[in-house]
């Protein structure tokens, strides 16, 4: 069973510009959510996605955004990026279609640097 | 809305002696779930336990248990004979059980560092 992959590791842009972060989220899984996690700090709901559609969403604005594809796979989207996003983005994932109860598969995240 | 507070920054515990983090949480709602994750500097998060709201039994996982006071909205974490690769940050999590919305949405506390000393 393969787990829930990020891609890139470590990732350093410049204030306002755009970024794209990936996900493949664990086989079987259709629900996947993406958490910021400041420094020192507990992970913070962005958003949700399942089969392909947004159905939840944290208190980020809309510059931040995200895809699911037919595979249910993700990427998620910054634009204009400003020096607070620097953190750390977790994709979880979760076969919520199927039961309320299980649980999230976290990957292993992309470290963002804003300069 | 949810709220999750963890009121130990750091805890610290020699190797093979018993320690417990607090978490205490506040919501309306009468079911939903409750998870402790483990966040060592590798920085995946991993999970080792859950509760289920409406079950009275507490969950336990090998040398991992749960104090859950459902009246009180206290959800404690106790981890006995500990070990060196327990160190890591611990996070405390809700979920609400009523909503399609809610799958992959968890409210996390602040988190507690715990070190093992050997």
């Known amino acids: 069973e393969t787990g829930v992959t990020q891609s890139p590791t470590h990732l350093i842009k410049t204030r306002g510009q755009q970024v794209t972060l990936r996900c493949s989220s664990q086989s079987g899984h259709n629900t996947v959510s993406w958490y910021q996690q400041a420094l020192g700090q507990g992970p913070q709901f962005i958003f949700q996605?399942?089969?392909?559609?947004?159905?939840g969403r944290g208190n980020f604005p809309p510059r931040f955004s995200g895809l699911q594809f037919p595979n249910y796979s993700s990427e998620l989207n910054v634009n204009a990026l400003e020096l607070d996003d620097s953190a750390l983005y977790l994709c979880?994932?979760?076969?919520?279609?199927?039961?309320?109860?299980?649980?999230?598969?976290f990957g292993n995240g992309t470290r963002l640097t804003v300069t | 809305a949810q709220t999750v507070t963890q009121s130990q920054p750091e805890m610290s515990v020699q190797e093979a002696e018993t320690v417990t983090l607090s978490c205490t949480y506040d919501t309306s709602e009468s079911d939903y779930y409750l998870f402790w994750y483990k966040q060592p500097p590798s920085r995946q998060m991993i999970l080792v336990i859950r509760?289920?709201?409406?079950?009275?039994q507490n969950a336990t996982e090998n040398r991992f248990s749960v104090n859950f006071q459902k009246a009180a909205k206290s959800f404690s974490l106790k981890i006995s004979d500990s070990q060196l690769g327990d160190a890591a940050m611990y996070f405390c999590a809700y979920r609400s059980a009523f909503s399609r919305t809610s799958y992959g949405k968890l409210t996390f506390g602040q988190g507690t560092i715990l070190t093992v000393h050997p």
């Open positions: 996605y399942y089969r392909e559609e947004e159905n």
């Open positions: 509760q289920e709201a409406y079950k009275q």
């Open positions: 979880a994932s979760s076969s919520g279609g199927s039961s309320y109860n299980s649980p999230l598969h």
